[in-house]
Nanobody, 125 residues
Framework: QVQLVDSGGGLVQAGGSLRLSCAASGRIFSNVAMGWFRQTPGKEREFVAAIRWSSGITYYADAVKGRFTISRDNAKNTVYLQMGSLKPEDTAVYYC??????????????????WGQGTQVTVSS
């Protein structure tokens, strides 16, 4: 029923910017928060950012603080990840996650019920 479609990835030079989008269809129940994760070959999926749907309070991984901004558009049922000052180490497949049912520990993937298909972000040096 619920689908998350993430998009906006691409090839960018170091220092550049990209904006990822995640469009949600269907009704997400108990959607306390939505988030973005990323994954590279040989590594586990890591937390990037999360936003509490009701309040708009945001949370970021230390690696992206000051460079990435997560936001939401309630009318469009869409969450965004604005990425700036991109570094080669930001290269990964980025996944949108929704349906978080907890109040804490937004960095735990298993707490999310829905996932996008992933969008590739490649940052060249």
């Amino acid at each position: 029923q619920v689908q998350l479609v993430d998009s906006g990835g691409g090839l960018v030079q170091a220092g550049g910017s990209l904006r990822l989008s995640c469009a949600a269809s269907g009704r997400i129940f108990s959607n306390v928060a939505m988030g973005w994760f990323r994954q590279t070959p040989g590594k586990e999926r890591e937390f990037v950012a999360a936003i509490r749907w009701s309040s708009g309070i945001t949370y970021y991984a230390d690696a992206v603080k000051g460079r990435f901004t997560i936001s939401r558009d309630n009318a469009k049922n869409t969450v965004y990840l604005q990425m700036g000052s991109l570094k080669p180490e930001d290269t990964a497949v980025y996944y949108c996650a929704g349906g978080y049912t907890g109040t804490l520990n937004y960095a735990i993937p298993s707490r999310y019920s829905y996932w996008g298909q992933g969008t590739q972000v490649t940052v060249s040096s």
